[in-house]
């Protein structure tokens, strides 16, 4: 099309040719094929002159229309590989949402403005390329896939409790000392890697892994309703850091058994290779990598 577009405007095969950078015969070749293609003649065409068939001059309309659109199409793809915009849908896990990606969303968005963020805080594992997802916050191992993975800092937990319960019962001072106070346990889902319906603890100390058995008086499956019983003095916890990072500044609620290793999960952002040329993803991932890579 675009070989013909040429040759009407410059009246020839000769001078086409030159604008298109290509041979008089390779012309001639282009618009034969064309014209077998469509079936009809576009060019009435002698030794001395050329002129359009009726038909040919109506093509030659419809083709400036068509050039003109692909050309529009080639600069939306040159400003989606530009600034970052459109939509960008994230999952993430829920606490970890809540409490460090949702309040760090704030500044992404003032940094890019076009951006307009959907976000799905959740514990189930959401297929990406099934539910339209951009771009996955996952906690634990990663299944094979063909998504990219890119590791962030582990999701780690700290044992803690508020100044009055600690009044009232005592500090633990080793892991067995734990089996004697009120711990609240989060009931994880059947099958999870972390399942807490043994309620049992796991430290590691010097000697090794050690397993308390503890018991209080709740189980709940909310990381929110633990914390908030923790501050009201109900009992022991053991939370995610992204959780307690203030109050343990603050002293609303004391780190316990701080010698010991507590379980840490991996934590990783995916996202499908083919859209990472999107600016609206690759500018995420970079932001993300600077808030929580793995240093």
């Not at 989606?80 to 704030?106: C, H, M, Q, V």
């Not at 972390?194 to 209080?216: D, F, H, M, Q, Y």
């Not at 499908?272 to 609206?280: C, F, N, V």
Request: charged fraction near 20%; aromatic fraction near 8%.
């Amino acid at each position: 099309m675009s070989v013909y577009v040429k040759v009407v405007e410059a009246g020839s095969m000769t001078a086409a040719a030159r604008a298109c950078e290509m041979s008089t015969t390779m012309v001639g070749n282009h618009l034969r094929a064309l014209e077998q293609r469509l079936g009809v003649s576009l060019l009435s065409r002698t030794t001395r002159r050329q002129r359009l068939t009726e038909f040919g001059a109506t093509y030659y309309q419809r083709c400036l229309e068509v050039l003109g659109l692909v050309a529009d199409s080639e600069q939306l793809a040159e400003q989606a590989l530009g600034d970052p915009s459109g939509t960008l849908r994230i999952t993430a896990p829920l606490t970890f949402g809540s409490e460090s990606l949702a309040p760090a969303l704030n500044t992404f968005t003032q940094l890019y403005p076009q951006v307009k963020l959907d976000v799905v805080l959740t514990n189930d594992r959401m297929d990406l390329i099934e539910n339209g997802f951009d771009v996955a916050i996952r906690l634990g191992a990663i299944e094979p896939s063909n998504l990219i993975a890119r590791p962030l800092e582990d999701y780690a937990l700290t044992i803690c409790a508020a100044p009055a319960y600690l009044e009232r019962h005592g500090t633990p001072l080793e892991p067995a000392d734990l089996s004697h106070h009120h711990c609240l346990a989060f009931a994880y889902p059947a099958g999870d890697d972390w399942r807490s319906a043994e309620k049992l603890w796991s430290l590691t100390g010097p000697a090794g892994e050690i397993l308390v058995p503890v018991s209080g008086p709740m189980t709940i499956n909310s990381s929110a309703g633990l914390y908030q019983a923790a501050l009201t003095g109900m009992g022991i916890v053991m939370l995610p850091d992204v959780l307690l990072h203030d109050d343990l500044r603050t002293g609303r609620l004391v780190p316990i058994l701080e010698t010991y290793k507590l379980p840490c999960r991996p934590m990783n952002l995916l996202y499908a290779q083919d859209r990472y040329r999107l600016p609206k993803l690759r500018y995420f991932v970079d932001f993300a990598l600077q808030q929580w890579g793995k240093r």
